[in-house]
């Protein structure tokens, strides 16, 4: 086997600092090396990159959902004043329930034998007094021999607040009002202050908002609508300016592996939180569910520390990175030094995109199902399937590694069938996006078949949210395919418009689900859910497209493209005149 090739490529590396320019030069032989699979490129520092980008979308999650679970141990149930019709769960009459029983989870409570009077008394519960003749506790349809479910959601429980579904609906829905709102300028600001900063603003902001949530929530439900609304504008910017660090640090055919393994600690957050808030909402720990706040607040300000010291916006200005791996990644990502000139935005081309409308589309249809089953999963499981605290948080988690499994298998099976050059990046697109939004529309439709079972709705969610995995090789990395040098702002532009449903679906899920048949109105949920999935993916098999667009390239490298196709066609056109004059004088009569 021959020798690999010697020759030397010199590359001159702007440094941004200082506007200075140097000259290094790099073997091939070292390309190679830099470019190897496996555990080198593992441990590389760009991947060290998608590595702290993962914790930080860990936390993002942690402070956006905490909320979710939290909420149900801080409100008091309502059902039993509105009567609930559940043929599910049957009530029968049971005296005997009062605060002194220990009602904090959802094992069975085995009753005597029902008495004449066609009461029953639990067995154990010495400490009982009776309460309230005619109080009533759901019953499975199927129970005999006097046995029920006691779920501590039905039960006289000690709660702070007494908020119905409604203004529940939209204090939950409040987050997503400062959301969006940092979506669009966070894009521009990544791409001209750089990422670092903007990233790390924004989540040491919403980490001290969620410091200070328990104090508003005991003050009024309006401060801590405020309060989740300033969580929401910090975190509104991680994602845009993410983007545009995967701009400058994520090769092309590396792209779709680094953003997912940055993506999943945003879904390994979602598994994470339900089971931690709930467990501290639950366990007796000091301070019941305002500790879960302080624990979330200060894992944010952690995270910021680490951040600050161990990442940096470009390959050109980490001072760790290998020579070696500098210059790889200066070959193949083109690096944006943004001067006032690069960075006029072509406004007009980007929002008549086709493409990005196409995108835009697909991310409304992943978005409004993610944050609908995100936000109220919690509420799904005390309503209909009756969970306590501590049961929801931990079922909450199950569909979420489901998501996180998905979504980095395949991110690797996309990267490679483009890197063999097996299919094109558009095909790779379109076919991963269909199976993201499909396959859960087809299992939403089939939940309302489920019947009284506890275990097919679990089962049917986890497999729903799972699949959505898929449209991290859709329409997630597409950004960055059709326009890098934008792609901060785009994924500004298209995160804004499809995060509204963070407030639309809880808006929904509350207005929908005040009335007193609670399961057929899940249904009804679920059935919108799934008819959204399949627009999305209907729009986004016929418009999308992997293919970089020509304005895309900026506006120097715009110009300079035009100067040079000029140049061909006046190039072109002297040929042409040359060759036409020869043509002439070979015709032309003899002594002329």
């Known amino acids: 086997m021959g020798s690999l090739p010697t020759a030397t490529t010199v590359l001159i590396i702007p440094d941004k600092n200082q506007y200075n320019y140097g000259v290094a030069k790099l073997r091939d032989t070292d390309m190679i090396a830099v470019d190897q699979g496996g555990l080198n490129r593992l441990c590389s520092t760009r991947y060290s990159i998608a590595y702290m980008a993962f914790m930080g979308l860990f936390v993002s999650f942690v402070l956006k959902i905490n909320l979710s679970t939290a909420i149900v141990a801080m409100t008091n149930n309502t059902q039993a004043d509105r009567h609930i019709i559940d043929p599910c769960f049957p009530p029968i009459p049971v005296p005997y329930i009062t605060t002194m029983m220990p009602l904090t989870t959802p094992d069975d409570v085995r009753t005597s034998p029902h008495s004449d009077n066609g009461t029953s008394t639990p067995q154990g ?129 590396e792209r779709t592996l680094m953003i997912s393994i940055a993506s999943a600690g945003a879904y390994v957050g979602a598994v994470v939180t339900p089971p931690l808030v709930g467990f501290i909402c639950s366990a007796g720990v000091t301070g019941g569910w305002s500790t879960s706040f302080y624990v979330t607040g200060g894992m944010g300000l952690m995270w910021c520390v680490l951040w600050a010291l161990l990442v940096f916006d470009s390959p050109a200005q980490h001072p760790r990175i290998s020579i070696e791996e500098k210059l790889y990644l200066l070959t193949r990502v083109k690096q944006h030094h943004h001067d006032v000139e690069q960075m006029t935005v072509p406004w007009k081309q980007i929002v008549t995109s086709p493409q990005l409308w196409a995108i835009a589309v697909a991310h409304f249809s992943t978005m409004w199902g993610m944050n609908l089953i995100l936000i109220c999963l919690p509420t799904y499981f005390t309503d209909i399937l009756r969970f306590d605290t501590k049961t929801t948080g931990l079922y909450a988690a199950i569909p979420y590694i489901a998501y996180t499994v998905i979504m980095l298998m395949t991110s690797v099976v996309a990267d490679n069938l483009r890197r063999a050059k097996l299919l094109t990046t558009t095909l790779v697109r379109k076919i991963f996006q269909t199976l993201g939004n499909g396959l859960p529309a087809i299992l939403l439709f089939t939940l309302h078949f489920s019947g009284c079972s506890i275990t097919t709705p679990v089962i049917l969610l986890t497999a729903a949210v799972g ?18 040098k934008y792609a901060g702002i785009m994924m500004g532009l298209t995160n804004m418009l499809a995060n509204t449903t963070g407030f639309i679906a809880p808006m929904l899920v509350g207005a929908l689900t005040s009335g007193n048949d609670l399961r057929h109105q899940w249904d009804t949920i679920f059935y919108i859910c799934a008819a959204v999935y399949l627009v999305g993916m209907i729009v986004y098999a016929v418009g999308g497209s992997g293919e970089k667009i020509w304005w895309a390239e900026g506006v120097t490298a715009k110009k300079l493209r035009m100067e040079q196709e000029r140049l061909e066609r006046a190039n072109d056109f002297g040929q042409s005149l040359h060759a036409s004059l020869i043509i002439s004088l070979s015709f032309s009569p003899p002594g002329l």
């Open 125 to 253: 519960a010495d400490n009982v007094t009776l309460v309230d003749p005619v109080t009533t506790v759901p019953t499975p349809l199927s129970t005999t021999g006097g046995l029920f479910r006691v779920l501590t959601v039905n039960a006289v429980k000690a709660s702070t607040f007494d908020w119905d579904s409604k203004l529940r609906g939209f204090i939950l829905a409040s987050f997503f009002f400062g959301y969006i709102l940092t979506q669009l300028p966070a894009g521009i600001l990544a791409a001209m202050f750089g990422p670092k900063r903007i990233v790390g603003g924004g989540i040491f902001i919403a980490s001290v908002m969620t410091l200070l949530t328990p104090i508003a929530a005991e003050s009024s439900p309006y401060l801590l609508i405020a309060c989740r609304i300033g969580v929401g504008l910090g975190l509104g910017v991680v994602y845009p300016a993410f983007h545009e660090m995967w701009a400058r640090w994520a090769p092309p055919m």
């Open 467 to 484: 699949c959505l995995g898929f449209t991290m090789a859709g329409y997630h990395p597409n950004h960055v395919d059709i326009a890098p």
